[in-house]
């Protein structure tokens, strides 16, 4: 049984997903780089967080990317599969430390 080819718009939807964790870790270091000069209100701890997400993020990035090439998927599945738990640390990151930010919003 031949495996389904990629269309265009397999292809786009991987390259969709790099670009939006692009932008939500650059938001992210963007936040933490001005909370860590006194311009950005981050809670405490945010030095540790940045630090202690990574490793678990990456294993499981890995992991899925690992189990979804070994099953034989197409590259923009493995690819799909290693930018998801990226983007889901990334994307609550990006949330917590912008609603920090508003007026009455809550501290972490």
Do not use: C, I
């Not at 991987?14 to 909370?35: D, I, K, P, S």
């Amino acid at each position: 049984m031949a495996r389904k080819k990629a269309t265009p718009v397999d292809l786009w939807r991987a390259w969709a997903g790099l670009g939006m964790l692009a932008f939500e870790a650059n938001a992210v270091v963007g936040m933490r780089v001005m909370g860590m000069n006194g311009l950005w209100p981050v809670g405490k701890g945010e030095d540790k967080k940045m630090l202690s997400e990574k490793p678990p993020a990456f294993a499981k990035a890995s992991l899925a990317a690992a189990k979804k090439a070994a099953a034989g998927g197409r590259p923009d599945q493995v690819v799909a599969a290693a930018v998801k738990p990226l983007a889901t640390v990334a994307r609550a990151n990006r949330k917590r430390l912008a609603r920090n930010a508003v007026p009455g919003g809550r501290k972490s």
